[in-house]
């Protein structure tokens, strides 16, 4: 038996964990817990046996007919290649692990049953997105994946601040799907086909104008997804949610189906240089801003949060720059360390009750495992040698550096930003300072996914390298083999480690991490008079802001809405109120004039009079009626009599025949 | 053989008795009379074609008409009895109920 035959199941089990814990999911223990994990575990075993086959040789594109309109058939499918195993294998097993790790982290929720429903129903959609063969179907999951998101963000719907993320989520991702659907719409209209292969074998006939402002739409949608720079500040405010809900939108659903759109459409993209350089600097520029503003949060997640806007920006670039590889690989370097540390950040939080890095200090012999298996998430999110982060992030600066230098700076400093959060941000919790002496270890439940994650963070960079990169083979072979002179693939594996970028990279980590060191460890530097060197008061409270970004959009908002509220209130107390006003003056009239009128001449003239006739002809025919037997009798015979004149006159051949009969006889004697 | 006309001008003799009978009399039982003799008028026609167009139809239909007859002068004899019990008179002109 093939699995891969039967990939198509994949997104099933999740989906019925998703409507058996809606239903029924309070009647179980932990609310469902158990249905959702093993459900996911179905999911996470075929993904595994389907990402085998796939690095086997294996593919497989299917398609069923789903309806038509109108003779147009349209058609559901499924795509089974290198990109989606991995991301296959990405989701699963992240979501796996969070749900695992809910046990402990929700375990004292009363709505579990609804958390684990909507987690699944999460995971279902995103698995479904990666397997689709066509816009259209992806399209859908995109959708559902952006419903679930909503629905998990405002987890805690009844605090005011989580309801007005889950509704920011979803209206700026709007924004970006606004432009993905026309993009879809466009190339639907052109070539007739919704499915991914036939559109990318007839993209190249078009005119490079028609490929760059399609590009550009669909790009649009997955900046939204992705929360690159405009779009980004949904996912700062999305940390309202539950802290597993973060890890599973950061790690392996929402914002990874960005990048997943770009590199599934990176036959596309590929064909206009300029969308893809629009697409390097979008994911440069995202990466070195978003990385400032993670220098200076205090909150545990949203330094997080800003980090993954960073590292899908380094994914971006990488994408962008023309190394699909490398984007891919840090997609999946990425998936490891983001969920360990946002993980272990759950799990701080859960042990203090504040989200505030600067109230923290000194967990680690409170938490050791937590403590470890941070230290290493914290070194890859750094890229550090030889932590994941680093082979991956150093591919991307690779790449950059052959195909733009500017690029390449903008990157080298949002990698430098990079070492310098993640190393306060360690240490800050973790470090010297002993400020909370009532922390204690997660639950087993909570610890073991870190272990895992920090095995993979520790381990797939140094393996792949280990192995001679059979992860740049793999992924490759995803994409058509004309196209392999266009990607510039230079996997930090296939160029010495003693070359310019790796040797620059570490040292750049190397420093930054020193003096991160330096600054939060031996507190060298004490840090009031750091903030007093600085004009920090206002820069900061720019940065927290995120740059005021949201200012200008609330601001804006407020200023285009404002007005065009203001124009449709006057449309609507004037004409649209008019014309109904005026309606209902009409209906008045015509009610109390017209139809009175009509009313009691024509209909009750009618009733009436034909009343009136019957009356006044009964009270003559009556008359009729004599009640004596003698008038009846004289009727009937001046009836009959009358009939029988009628019948001689009218042709009865009776008489005569009788007269013929007499003339017989007399002629007879 | 006899013309038929004959026995059909008998027929129209016997009618016209009963219908004059029946519109000048005004005891009910007269007119009970009269109409047995319109009923007789009409069985004599229907014998005589009977006979003379060889079908027997024809007299069938007037022992029908016989049995009718016996039929209706038991229930009127019935119904004039009751008038005359309840009423004390049978003349047809004072019992003119059923009028407007």
Known sequence: ?669 | MVPQLFYVALAVILFAIGALGVLTSRNAIKILMCIEIMLNAANITLVSFSVYNNNPTGQVIALFVITLAAAEAGIGLAIFMLLWRNRGTINVYEIADMRW
């Open chain 1, 1 to 669: 038996m093939t699995t891969i035959e039967y990939a198509w199941f994949i997104p099933a089990p999740p989906l019925l964990a998703f409507l058996v814990n809606l239903f029924s999911g309070k009647r179980f223990r932990e609310g469902g817990a158990w249905v959702s994990i093993g459900t996911s575990t179905v999911s996470f075993l075929m993904s595994a046996a389907t990402l085998f086959e796939v690095a086997g040789g294996g593919h497989l594109e299917k398609s069923w007919s789903w309806f038509s309109i109108a003779g147009t058939r349209y058609e559901l499918g499924i795509l089974i290649d290198s990109l989606s195993a991995l991301l296959l294998i990405i989701v699963s097993g992240v979501s796996l692990l969070v749900l695992i790790y809910s046990l402990g982290y929700m375990h004292d929720d009363p709505n579990k049953y609804r958390y684990y429903a909507e987690m699944s129903l999460f995971s279902s959609s995103m698995l479904g997105l990666v397997c689709a063969n066509n816009l259209l179907q992806m399209f859908v999951f995109w959708e559902l994946v952006g419903l679930c998101s909503y629905l998990l963000i405002g987890f805690w719907y009844h605090k005011p601040s989580a309801a007005s993320a889950a509704k920011k989520a979803f209206l700026v991702t709007r924004v970006g799907d606004t432009l993905l659907l026309a993009g879809i719409i466009i190339l639907y209209t052109t070539f007739g086909t919704f499915n991914f292969t036939q559109i990318f074998e007839r993209l190249g006939t078009q005119s490079p104008g028609f490929i760059k402002v399609v590009m550009l739409l669909i790009f649009g949608g997955a900046v939204g997804k992705s929360a690159q720079f405009p779009l980004h500040v949904w996912l700062p405010d999305a940390m309202e949610g539950p802290t597993s809900v973060s890890t599973l939108i950061h790690s392996a659903t929402m914002v990874k189906a960005g990048v997943y759109l770009v590199a599934r459409m990176y036959p596309a993209f590929s064909l206009s240089h300029d969308v893809m350089t629009l697409v390097a600097y979008t994911g440069a520029l995202t990466a070195a801003m978003a990385g400032l503003v993670a220098l200076n949060h205090t909150d545990i997640k949203k330094i997080l949060a800003y980090s993954t806007i960073s590292h899908l920006g380094f994914m971006m670039l990488g994408l962008g720059a023309g190394s699909y590889g490398a984007g891919l690989f840090h997609l999946l370097n990425h998936s490891f360390f983001k969920a360990l540390l946002f993980m272990a950040a759950g799990g701080v939080i859960h042990a203090l009750h504040t989200q505030d890095i600067r109230l923290m200090g000194g967990l680690t012999r409170k938490m050791p495992v937590t403590a470890i298996t941070c230290l290493i998430g914290t070194l890859a999110l750094a890229g550090m040698f030889p932590f994941s982060g680093f082979w991956s992030k150093d591919a991307i600066l690779s790449a950059a550096f052959e195909h733009d230098k500017i690029l390449f700076a903008i990157g080298a400093v949002a990698a430098l930003f990079s070492a310098l959060y993640a190393g306060r941000w360690f240490l800050l919790i973790f470090g010297p300072t002993q400020k909370e002496p009532h922390a204690k270890e997660s639950p087993f439940s909570m610890t073991l996914p870190l272990i895992i994650m920090a095995i993979g963070a520790l381990l797939s960079g140094v393996l792949n390298r280990w192995l001679g990169n059979p992860f740049r083979t793999f992924i490759l072979s995803s994409l058509p083999h004309s196209m392999g002179e266009y990607v510039r693939e230079s996997m930090a594996t296939h160029e010495p480690l003693m070359s310019f970028v790796p040797l620059f990279s570490i040292a750049l980590s190397t420093l930054a991490l020193l003096l991160v060191f330096i600054i939060y460890y031996m507190q060298m530097i004490p840090r009031s008079t750091l903030k007093e060197s600085f004009p920090t008061n206002y820069l900061q409270r720019w940065l927290n802001r995120g740059y005021g970004i949201d200012i200008f959009y609330y601001a804006f908002a407020d200023w285009v809405g404002g007005r065009f509220i203001r124009v449709l209130d006057w449309i609507d107390v004037n004409i649209v109120d008019g014309i109904v006003n005026g309606v209902g003056k009409m209906g008045v009239f015509l009610a109390f004039r017209v139809v009175d009128a009509i009313d009691v001449n024509g209909v009750d003239g009618a009733v009436n009079g034909i009343a009136d006739l019957s009356f006044a002809s009964g009270e003559r025919l009556r008359r009729l009626q004599t009640g004596v037997v003698g008038s009846y009798a004289t009727a009937i015979i001046v009836g009959i009599i009358l009939l029988m004149i009628l019948i001689l006159y009218m042709g009865s051949h009776a008489v005569p025949h009788l007269y013929a009969q007499i003339v017989v006889w007399k002629n007879m004697g």
